[in-house]
Each structure stands twice: as C-alpha cells, then as structure tokens.
C-alpha cells in the first residue's frame, strides 16, 4: 500500500516505519515524507533512503484549510494510499481528515485518550503513574483522538525524568509504529463502532505488572 509520512522534526518514528518497508513482504511501501517545516533533519533521511520528500510550510497560508489543500493535493499527486502522521505538529482539521477518512494513522507517547496533547512525559512524572505508553491511532478531527489500533505499556520508573522517560517510550514507538502499519497496509484491520478490530488476534498476550514483583 502506498503510504506517506508526514512530520515535523528529526522523524524517528518515519525512519522507523522506511525501515520495515524495506524488509521482504511488508505490506506498506513509503512513497513521500511530507514535512511542514522546511529545515525538519528527518527530510535528509528520506532523501538518502532515495524516498521523495516534499516541504509544505505551513506559514505561508493564511489558512489552515488552504495549506491542507495543498498537502491534499501533493499526496495525491504522489498516488498515496495511507498517510502516517510521525511527529508531525499540526493539528489536521476535518477539510483534510473527511478527504483522508480511515486512511491516517498517528502515533501518540501516550497510552490514549490519557494524555492528550503536549508534554505527556512531565505530566506523567507529576500524576505518579506507573505506566505510560504509546499509541497508535486512525485520525479523527479531534487533537489524539481516533480508533486505537495498537498499544505499547512502558513502566514508569522512580528516578524517571522526562527525557529518560521519552527515550524508554520511543523505543516501543519504534517497535509499535510499523507493526500497527502493517496490520492496517495488509488489510487486517476494521472499524466497528469507532473501535478497531484486528483479524486473527484473540490471545492474551504479556501482562505487564509494576512494581515488578506485583502478581502475576
Ligand atoms: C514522538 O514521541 C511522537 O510520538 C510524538 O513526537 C515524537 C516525534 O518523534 N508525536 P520523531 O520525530 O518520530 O523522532
């Protein structure tokens, strides 16, 4: 399936995703990396992986919808199929999320809907949590909100800042990120009533306690 990438910044996640299209029989093949902002270190990846990127600065609209048009229009330019958001810092407003519906995915370091928005880490370390996590989601117009298609739980440890704990829920981004794609590229996945249900899966997997010698 034809997918694009879409971010704003050193795009590890997208780096992550370039990765497993490149193995044998993955199901998603990244046609474009897309970035807003023009100098984003992740477009000179893209480009030495010989992928075709795009900047679509955001600050030369006026209005969202007519930047939106314009990515819109790049995506299907290129024929793209599916679109992944990976850290990409715009909110995408129903004029382009009606046009791509079902066919967005974004990647949250949360486990959703618990922390929403910005600075997820600081705000786990101050709620005292003892798991975090990521999230992969379809887009819907409201800012990390959407099925959920795959969860990682990452612990939360007691001498955590946020950067340490950034780098320990970026890990299971990698990890999640081109599994959910995968899933979703292979035709795996479906929406019922605004929950995703994915074929074949049905046992229960690892069970993650913390403290680590909590019940099993
Ligand atoms: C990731 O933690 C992602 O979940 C969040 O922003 C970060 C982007 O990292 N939305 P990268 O650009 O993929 O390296």
Redesign the pocket.
């Known amino acids: 399936m034809k997918t694009a990438v879409l971010?704003?910044?050193?795009?590890?996640?997208?780096?992550?995703l370039v990765k497993a299209s490149q193995t044998d029989g993955y199901p998603a093949d990244i046609v474009r990396v897309i970035s807003n902002e023009p100098t984003a270190s992740?477009l000179d990846f893209a480009a030495r992986a010989r992928i075709g990127t795009d900047v679509v600065n955001h600050r030369e609209f006026d209005r969202r919808e007519s930047f939106e048009d314009v990515l819109h229009e790049r995506l299907v330019a290129a024929e793209v199929e599916l679109v992944c958001?990976?850290?990409?810092?715009r909110l995408l407003t129903e004029h382009f999320v009606s046009r791509w519906f079902d066919r967005i995915l974004?990647?949250?370091?949360s486990l959703l809907p618990a922390y929403k928005g910005l600075q997820t880490h600081e705000r786990v370390i101050e709620d005292g949590v003892r798991f975090t996590g990521?999230t992969i989601h379809f887009v819907r117009p409201a800012m990390d909100s959407g099925p959920i298609i795959c969860q990682a739980a990452v612990p939360v440890l007691q001498d955590d800042t946020a950067d340490v704990l950034?780098t320990r829920?970026?890990e299971a981004?990698h990890r999640c990120y081109p599994y959910a794609l995968s899933l979703v590229a292979s035709g795996k996945t479906s929406i019922v009533d605004e929950k995703v249900a994915i074929d074949g899966v049905t046992e229960l997997g690892n069970v993650l306690v913390n403290p680590p010698d909590g019940p099993a």
């Open positions: 971010i704003s910044g050193r795009g590890s996640n997208m780096q992550a992740g958001l990976a850290g990409f810092m974004n990647i949250h370091p990521c950034a829920v970026l981004e």
